[in-house]
């Protein structure tokens, strides 16, 4: 809503940010309350060299491309991309993916931990100043369902929940002082609430 005037969105319309891990000038921290609607905060390292001259054959070609567009040339055939109906179709599968109760607790339990985390050994308790809202527990499951999906599952099993936590949690989490004078990191942190948290 801009002005008081609802906008509706397409619906695949979604929001990509990145981070800056270097230069802090110009750029400003989102609060929490902001992070907490990003689904995920995934860390994207160097790729293989191998991928690398892929990258460079790939914007090479486009250039290429771009060039002879320019000249009035007839583009070569591009590769199909993916359709928003197969889109779709793998939304509707996600969706079936079944939870069951013993999963949508172990989700929940994560979340809780938290937020109670002196229910959970002395050191997240003294790490995590602010825990993660209900969101964090939402994402989870959608995510969980997503990466069994992948894996060619119709059901959400452990391994699923403890693969995607990190990336689900990292940026929903407020260290406390004492974590960053300790160099304490949110994936540290994570490690530490999944080895508490008991598998269902």
Request: proline share 8%; with cysteine.
């Amino acid at each position: 809503t801009v002005a008081g005037k609802t906008h509706k969105l397409p619906p695949l319309f979604m929001v990509m940010a990145t981070q800056n891990p270097v230069e802090q000038e110009g750029t400003y921290p989102l609060p929490e309350a902001q992070m907490d609607r990003f689904l995920m905060h995934v860390l994207i390292d160097y790729p293989p060299v191998e991928d690398e001259v892929e990258v460079i054959r790939l914007v090479r070609g486009e250039e290429v491309a771009a060039q002879a567009e320019r000249a009035g040339k007839p583009p070569k055939a591009k590769l199909p991309g993916v359709s928003q109906d197969i889109v779709f179709e793998a939304r509707g599968e996600i969706g079936q993916i079944h939870v069951s109760p013993a999963m949508e607790r172990y989700m929940a339990d994560l979340v809780h931990a938290t937020r109670y985390r002196e229910s959970y050994g002395a050191d997240l308790k003294r790490w995590i100043e602010v825990g993660a809202s209900p969101r964090a527990s939402l994402a989870l499951d959608k995510c969980g369902r997503t990466h069994a999906w992948l894996h060619g599952r119709d059901y959400v099993d452990p391994e699923d929940v403890r693969a995607i936590t990190p990336d689900v949690l990292r940026h929903r989490l407020t260290l406390s002082y004492e974590a960053q004078g300790e160099g304490i990191s949110a994936d540290r942190v994570v490690k530490e609430l999944i080895a508490q948290v008991a598998l269902p």
